[in-house]
């Protein structure tokens, strides 16, 4: 039987929908899905700057703190 109140049905929700994986980050190998900012550096993806930075053989140092 169909029911014939107007809220007795609602609109498909979103979240039901699996979500699209598109790649992995080129380091920590995690999923990236579709619409996530990513970082893309010569066609890689990185999740964040941390990945892109231990990728890249760089770290964080204060300025004028080297020995």
């Known amino acids: 039987m169909i029911s014939l109140d ?3 049905y609602g609109r ?3 979240q039901d929908v699996p979500e699209k994986r ?3 980050c080129n380091t920590c190998q995690s999923a ?3 619409g996530d900012e990513v970082i893309d550096l010569d ?3 990185y999740c964040d700057t941390r990945c ?3 990728k890249l053989g760089a770290r964080w140092v204060g ?3 080297e020995g």
Do not use: C, E, N, S
Request: a positive charge; charged letters at 25%.
């Open 22 to 24: 598109v790649g992995y």
């Open 63 to 65: 300025a004028g703190m």
């Open 43 to 45: 066609g890689d993806w």
């Open 12 to 14: 498909p929700d979103p």
């Open 32 to 34: 990236i899905f579709r």
């Open 52 to 54: 892109l930075m231990r």
């Open 6 to 8: 107007r809220f007795a």
